[in-house]
């Protein structure tokens, strides 16, 4: 507002200079830090999955890992998880809007690996809530920390987070050709209001079912050992 006020007094003669021209945006605020999770590359995912499939650590704590490979859903959105947001004839995880980041209702496809997660998870009766439920059972979910420890037990201190699974499937996902506008809102970094949301979601879920599947088949090739290829072979 400064700027343009003392262009338009140099402009009608009022003002020799614009001083305000002599002050650059970066010398006067901080740029802002950019977060940069830890996490692998293409080639080091064969290992990670591998390792994570003989963790053998607590069970439940197993089958975070699994789901979050998977889903790639953040840390926050797996360990709250309800048992009330799946929909398994549908295949379905509704994760309501008050749990999200961007505060809109977000809908993750269950491929066939992860229904048979879930319903290993289900027959352990930990809790008819949570599906992570704390191991101090005092109504609370796994602690953010859970994930991060069972990744330094299996040896990726400060290589792989949580979040780092996001960011391997979105380079994958994107390097293979998919859908751009079906990988942003699998992972929920498109901003859109209530309206949008739920009509980009209903439009778009068939494709992100199959994407998710095709996911989910190409995971399961490299656990057992397949070298890399493209997800639809």
């Not at 859970?146 to 330094?152: K, P, S, V």
Request: with cysteine; aromatic share 8%.
């Amino acid at each position: 507002m400064y700027g343009q006020v003392m262009r338009y007094a140099v402009a009608h003669g009022l003002a020799e200079r614009n001083p305000a021209a002599d002050i650059k945006t970066s010398d006067v605020l901080k740029p802002a830090n950019k977060t940069n999770y830890a996490r692998l590359s293409e080639k080091e995912l064969p290992e990670l999955l591998h390792k994570v499939n003989e963790y053998d650590g607590q069970p439940l704590t197993l089958f975070a890992l699994q789901l979050m490979v998977l889903t790639f859903v953040s840390t926050s959105e797996l360990i709250g998880a309800r048992w009330d947001e799946f929909d398994l004839n549908k295949r379905e995880w509704r994760i309501p809007a008050e749990r999200m980041k961007m505060r809109t209702l977000h809908i993750v496809p269950l491929s066939d690996q992860s229904i048979t997660i879930l319903i290993e998870i289900k027959s352990m009766a930990c809790d008819d809530v949570l599906l992570f439920p704390s191991e101090r059972r005092n109504g609370k979910s796994m602690s953010n920390n859970t994930i991060l420890y069972a990744l330094y037990r299996l040896g990726y201190h400060s290589r792989m987070t949580g979040h780092g699974f996001r960011g391997i499937a979105s380079t994958i996902l994107h390097e293979q050709g998919y859908n751009h506008d079906h990988i942003e809102l699998q992972l929920a970094h498109t901003q859109r209001d209530a309206v949008s949301a739920a009509y980009n979601h209903a439009l778009n879920l068939e494709p992100r079912a199959r994407m998710m599947q095709d996911w989910a088949d190409y995971l399961g090739r490299l656990a057992a050992g397949a070298k890399i290829m493209n997800l639809r072979d």
